[in-house]
């Protein structure tokens, strides 16, 4: 089966790479610009106009090689096609809710689509579909607590945590998504972790190991592709279809494979990058004054005279250190 793990992420990478010069000069053509934060670091305001939706590109290019790879290698298998199922169902559902907001976004020509509330609302409505599907697959409520060798059944009370942990994460990768490359290029590490568990697990004979390490592979070759196209400087963007999606497949992942308490390891970047709007806040409703210079965190650094690359390379930096230290400790639980 290795090879098909291969060709699911070879597959990705190729549709990426070819749907990348196909989609981006219609989406100019359909004037499918970005709008800028006003309140944002100035410099960004010469990226208004710049195309949006480009999340597109990964999710075909996803849905292509686990159509191609996935169900061709594990439909012999229900075991293995399942997890791998909800991996996608969760992946394009969040997808189809950024979709909602960019749509909104390009029509009315402002930063802000559906208001908080709904996005809220939504998140919460999909994380709960995953987890039922999750329990209709035989998921059970047991969890995997770090550097343990066993799994720990909480009962009914994983239900809200998870949810809850779960809706927060996938805010913390949409709110990574503000520099050039950065939530794509942090993905492929945060992906390459779970590829690397779900191996892990396929080894010591969970066979739904199989389909989630196939969907892993094929989210690191779309990311990676389409890293092309999203590095500095960006031709496009990926909007909140893009970096919706990418929450839920990482969701989706975590849940399938037990690690929802090492996926705030392994998204460490996301993880901070949420608490500093948090704090952000907090601190400015309380106190009336900022911690940072700008939340989240990327922009607190670019105020501070760190070029755009410099941030993304550090952060890329940081995500793969978390994911090989998940991965290390996950290895060392199973050893």
């Not at 992420?9 to 934060?37: C, D, E, Y």
């Not at 060798?149 to 709110?175: E, H, K, R």
């Not at 697990?201 to 389409?226: K, N, P, S």
Request: aromatic share 12%; hydrophobic share 55%; glycine share 12%.
């Amino acid at each position: 089966m290795t090879y098909t793990l291969i060709l699911s992420t070879g597959i990705a990478l190729v549709v990426s790479l070819i749907l990348g010069p196909l989609l981006i000069p219609m989406l100019h053509k359909w004037k499918f610009g970005q709008n800028i934060r006003l309140d944002g670091p100035q410099h960004h305001l010469r990226k208004a106009g710049t195309p949006t939706v480009g999340g597109l590109i990964f999710i075909i290019a996803v849905v292509v090689a686990v159509g191609l790879c996935g169900f061709l290698a594990a439909g012999n298998t229900l075991t293995s096609v399942f997890p791998m199922s909800i991996c996608l169902v969760s992946f394009l559902s969040f997808g189809i809710l950024g979709g909602l907001d960019d749509v909104i976004k390009i029509a009315q020509k402002r930063n802000l689509g559906l208001t908080a509330k709904q996005k809220l609302v939504g998140q919460f409505v999909l994380v709960g579909l995953i987890l039922a599907l999750a329990a209709w697959a035989g998921r059970g409520t047991d969890i995997y607590v770090p550097f343990m060798q066993n799994t720990f059944d909480v009962g009914w009370i994983y239900y809200p945590v998870v949810a809850v942990v779960l809706v927060g994460m996938i805010n913390a990768v949409n709110l990574t998504d503000g520099l050039d490359g950065l939530a794509s290029g942090s993905v492929v590490f945060s992906a390459s972790a779970f590829y690397c568990i779900a191996l892990m697990l396929w080894v010591q004979g969970a066979e739904e190991g199989l389909g989630i390490a196939i969907f892993a592979a094929a989210l690191v070759g779309a990311c990676f592709g389409f890293l092309r196209f999203n590095a500095f400087p960006a031709q496009v963007f990926m909007g909140d279809c893009g970096s919706l999606a990418l929450g839920g497949a990482l969701a989706a992942m975590a849940v399938m494979t037990r690690t929802e308490l090492l996926f705030l390891l392994i998204g460490f970047v996301y993880l901070i990058e949420m608490f500093s709007v948090v704090l952000q806040v907090i601190s400015f409703k309380t106190r009336g004054k900022r911690i940072f210079r700008m939340s989240p965190l990327h922009h607190h650094f670019e105020l501070g005279g760190w070029s755009e690359q410099k941030v993304v390379v550090t952060f890329w930096a940081c995500s793969f250190v978390a994911a090989a230290v998940s991965v290390v400790i996950f290895f060392w639980g199973y050893v």
